[in-house]
C-alpha cells in the first residue's frame, strides 16, 4: 500500500503492519475489513487505534462497536439495500427500547422500510421517542 492510497498518519504503522489492509476478522460480532477503511475511506490508523504506548494492555481498537456510528450512518438516505449489509440479522433479535423488548420483524411484516422510523445524517440512527410514538399510544 502506497502513501497515496491510505489516509493520513498511518507510515509509521505500516512500517511493522504492511498488508493490513488485505485482514479480515470480526468487530463487535461482525464482519471486518480493514481495505474498505484504508484504502476507500482513507482513515488514517489512528482514526480507529491508539499508538502501542497508549494503549491499555490488551486494547485494539480505542472504541466499542458505537464509535463506528458517527461514520457509518451518514448517508443521505435510508434504504434497507444499505442497512442490510449490517445489520441483515435484525429480523432475528429484539432490542431494548423505551417500551421494552423491540422486534424489527413485525414492523417490515406489516410494510414499513427502514426509513419509516431511522433517519441518517445524525451520527445516531436510534429513533427519538416521538418516532414511535407516532404510531403507538404511550404506555
Not at 50 to 77: D, I, L, N, T, Y
Not at 79 to 104: L, P, W
Not at 110 to 135: N, S
Amino acid at each position: 500500500m502506497d502513501a497515496s492510497s491510505r489516509g493520513g498518519t498511518s507510515d509509521q504503522c505500516l512500517t511493522c503492519h504492511s498488508g493490513i489492509e488485505r485482514q479480515n476478522g470480526t468487530f463487535a460480532g461482525r464482519a471486518f475489513a480493514h481495505g474498505p477503511h484504508l484504502m476507500n475511506a482513507r482513515l488514517a490508523c489512528t482514526q480507529c487505534h491508539r499508538p502501542h504506548a497508549e494503549r491499555a494492555p490488551g486494547e485494539v481498537v480505542k472504541f466499542g462497536s458505537a464509535g463506528c456510528v458517527p461514520c457509518h450512518h451518514q448517508q443521505a438516505e435510508v434504504n434497507a439495500a444499505f442497512c442490510m449489509k449490517c445489520h441483515g440479522d435484525v429480523t432475528q433479535r429484539t432490542i431494548k427500547s423505551y417500551r421494552g423488548e423491540f422486534a424489527h420483524s413485525s414492523h417490515l411484516e406489516q410494510g414499513l422500510e427502514c426509513g419509516t422510523c431511522h433517519k441518517a445524517g445524525t451520527g445516531d440512527p436510534r429513533p427519538a421517542k416521538a418516532t414511535c410514538q407516532q404510531c403507538h399510544a404511550e404506555e
